[in-house]
C-alpha cells in the first residue's frame, strides 16, 4: 500500500486552482447532527495565539495529476469536509454584504476549481442525493421542504453564528479556520488501498453504521478485481 500523508493548512488543502474534491454516490448523504458542526466550530473559535488545531483526517483517492481538473475522490471525511465548505460559504455571504470585495475574492478562489482555459466548477463537488440541495443553499434560495434536514441545519446554524459576530471577530475566527487548523490528507492511489484505510481510520466522524460497513466490505473486494468491478459494484450501489 502506498501512502502519501499530507498535513495541510485550510489554504493549501483548497489552495490547488486545479484540485476538486468528488464526494462519489456510493457515499452517505452528510450526516452531521447540529452538535457535531458546533463542535467542529468550537475547535476552531477556540483557538488563541499561534495554537493550531488538527481537524483530522481525510482520505483521498487520487489518479495521476494532469493540467486539467484533477478529481479527488473522498474515500473518507467527506462530513468534516463539506462542514468546513459550508462555513466558508456562509462567510462568503457575510463578505458580499459587508461589501469586503478582497477577502470575497479570496474565498471564491478557494472555493472554486478551474482548468487554465475552462470554467470555474465548485472545489467540492456532491455526486449524491444532495447535490441539488446543497447547491440550493450556497445559492442562498429557499429550501422549504429540504430533503435532507440535517443539511439545512448545518446551513442555518452557520449563517445564525456568523450574523451574531462582529465583523472584526468573523475575520478573526476565518484566519484561524485558514491558517491555524489543519487537515491531515492520505493520497492513495489503488481504490482497494483506499478502502483499506476507510476501515482502518479510528477519527472524529460518525460511528460506521452496518449499511458502511457493509458498502465498505462490498466496494474494497470488487476493488480488488479491477476498476471495471469496482465501477459496477459502485453503480448497483448507488442504484441500491
Known sequence: MVITPTTLKITQLLGS???????????????????????????????SGSDTHLLGTIVCLAGHHTAGINCLELVD???RMTT????LHCILERMHVEEEKETAGDLERLLGCKAIGGRT????????????QFARHVANEDVSAPENQRLASAFESIREWIEELDLTSLGEFLYKLLNQAFVIRLDVSEAKDAFKLFETINDRGLRLSPTDIIKNFILGNAARFGPKDLQYAQDRWRDL
Open 17 to 47: 486552482a486545479n484540485e476538486q474534491y468528488v464526494i462519489p454516490a456510493y457515499q452517505r448523504r452528510f450526516s452531521w447532527r447540529c452538535a457535531q458542526v458546533a463542535e467542529l466550530w468550537d475547535d476552531i473559535d477556540v483557538v
Open 77 to 79: 471525511g467527506q462530513q
Open 84 to 87: 468546513i465548505i459550508i462555513i
Open 121 to 132: 466548477s465548485s472545489k467540492i463537488a456532491l455526486d449524491s442525493l444532495d447535490s441539488r
